[in-house]
């Protein structure tokens, strides 16, 4: 998938035209209606939770624990009273991480920045003590379990971390694979 600045511009004016639709729509709908319904879109919709719609929690609850290569501490994330993550954290120097390491986490926050201001912001804090602060845990997460309802639902393991060069070949399209205008293929209503 390739996505260029102009598609992100126009990604964005889509959702603002949706939920200048949905708020149009949701003015004549009863207050404990529009509440169920927001909360509902929060639960399903990542962008929502990343804007802060709700918000998991962190609680330390393990230290030394060994995962891969590094020791971690052990993080648990419930959101409203439930449990939704496991989050294993090692030191961001442990895997060998510098402040340098994290300028492509700028360059990527800049590349959001018209589209999604929380991912945006987000992103521009990557390796800084503001970072984790928000997130509610130290370190960087090298394995993380999220659940949903009470169960497991995927898995996030790193293994290996190192540093280099990809060669451009790499993003090259193989033989017969056709480019395609994702957003004229996006459903409109």
Do not use: H
């Not at 200048?20 to 169920?36: G, I, L, S």
């Not at 399903?44 to 230290?63: C, D, E, F, L």
């Not at 993003?171 to 293929?185: E, I, S, T, V």
Request: proline share 3%.
């Amino acid at each position: 998938m390739e996505i260029t600045k102009q598609d992100m511009q126009a990604m964005q004016a889509k959702m603002d035209e949706a939920k200048t639709k949905m708020d149009e729509q949701m003015k004549n709908v009863p207050e404990a209606q529009r509440e169920m319904v927001k909360k509902m879109m929060a639960g399903r919709v990542p962008m929502a939770q990343a804007a802060g719609a709700i918000k998991t929690s962190y609680k330390k609850v393990a230290s030394g624990e060994k995962v891969n290569q590094w020791v971690c501490a052990k993080y648990e994330g419930s959101r409203e009273e439930k449990k939704v993550k496991d989050v294993w954290t090692a030191d961001w120097k442990s895997p060998g991480l510098t402040a340098e390491t994290f300028k492509v986490m700028k360059d990527l926050s800049e590349f959001f920045e018209g589209f999604a201001k929380d991912m945006a912001a987000s992103f521009d804090k990557v390796g800084s003590e503001e970072w984790e602060k928000e997130r509610g845990y130290t370190g960087i997460p090298v394995k993380t379990l999220s659940y949903s309802d009470g169960q497991l639902r995927s898995t996030t393991e790193v293994t290996e971390v190192k540093q280099g060069e990809f060669a451009a070949a790499l993003f090259d399209l193989p033989a017969g694979l056709m480019k395609k205008d994702m957003f004229k293929q996006m459903p409109t209503r």
